[in-house]
Nanobody, 122 residues
Framework: QVQLVESGGGLVQPWGSLRLSCAAS????????MAWFRQAPGKQRELVAS???????DNADSVKGRFTISRDNGKHTVYLQMNSLKPEDTAVYYC????????????????WGQGTQVTVSS
């Protein structure tokens, strides 16, 4: 069984920085995609950033130039460095990983972290 543990959230002032971490443990062969989502009160969950097994990254337009996603494959950990934080970044942040099915004809397994609160306020 795969478990994701998130850390790094908290209260930060505008223009401040936070670094989120999400470590996966369990029976892991290969993680295809690691990503960060966020959900603000009353809003749909949205993709913030993703990173492929090869290191290709993609960020939402709202965070480009401010957030950086990275991964450590040896530690099965994904990070989200958040700089120049804005109040609109306030949300619960969830990490997500997709692990390839043993049979590639089927969709990958999908796992979620417990969520970590990020609050940007003065």
């Amino acid at each position: 069984q795969v478990q994701l543990v998130e850390s790094g959230g908290g209260l930060v002032q505008p223009w401040g920085s936070l670094r989120l971490s999400c470590a996966a443990s369990g029976s892991i062969f290969r993680i295809n995609v690691m990503a960060w989502f966020r959900q603000a009160p009353g809003k749909q969950r949205e993709l913030v950033a993703s990173i492929s097994s090869g290191g290709t990254t993609d960020n939402a337009d709202s965070v480009k130039g401010r957030f950086t996603i990275s991964r450590d494959n040896g530690k099965h950990t994904v990070y989200l460095q958040m700089n120049s934080l804005k109040p609109e970044d306030t949300a619960v942040y969830y990490c997500n990983i997709k692990i390839a099915h043993w049979n590639s004809k089927y969709p990958p397994y999908d796992y979620w972290g417990q969520g970590t609160q990020v609050t940007v306020s003065s």
